[in-house]
């Protein structure tokens, strides 16, 4: 799979490590930046990465800022852009199996990166269940899309 990666500088010290784990899954890392500790805004990244994942140019995103909850909100901004918010790894395996997460989110300033290595590992592994009831429910979260898509 084709990964993009964003970070803003309050999610810059765990880059090199979910490269790495991305990488040794055997993927590709898409890296959008930030480059520097200097001080940046998140929807600067979160988008990059999340219009990537729709135009299918990449297959997921993850996306880290100090607490990840930036991230999460622009992200989910993006219609078809289900992205979840993960700090342990019982939550990657479910949010992949049941709402099918194309963005992960993740806080640096919230983890240590032992655990949140875990927490890409499980998430990208896992697939979606593909359960009717999962379907419906992620039919139903587009449709609330459609809504308001449509004023
Ligand atoms: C940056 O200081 C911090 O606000 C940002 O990384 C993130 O935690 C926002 O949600």
């Known amino acids: 799979m084709r990964i993009a990666l964003g970070t803003d500088h ?5 880059k090199q490590d979910i490269k790495s784990v991305i990488e040794k899954l055997g993927h ?3 890296d959008v930046g930030c480059d520097c500790s200097d001080a940046v805004d998140y929807p ?3 988008l990059p990465v999340c219009e ?12 880290v800022c ?6 999460s909100i622009a992200a989910n901004k993006v219609p078809g852009i ?6 342990d790894t019982f939550s990657a395996k479910a949010t992949r199996e049941h709402n099918d997460t194309n963005v992960l989110a993740l806080g640096e300033r919230v983890i240590g990166p032992g655990l949140a290595c875990e927490i890409v590992k499980e998430w990208l592994v896992t697939e979606f269940s593909g359960e009717e009831r999962h379907v419906n429910r992620v039919n139903k979260i587009k449709l ?6 449509q004023g």
């Open 52 to 63: 990537q994942v729709i135009s299918g140019e990449v297959d997921r995103g993850i996306l």
């Open 10 to 14: 309050g999610g810059i010290r765990l």
């Open 66 to 71: 100090g607490t990840g909850i930036g991230m």
């Open 28 to 30: 590709v890392v898409v």
């Open 144 to 149: 609330i899309e459609d809504r308001y898509l």
């Open 82 to 87: 289900r992205c979840a918010l993960v700090h």
């Open 44 to 46: 600067d990244y979160a």
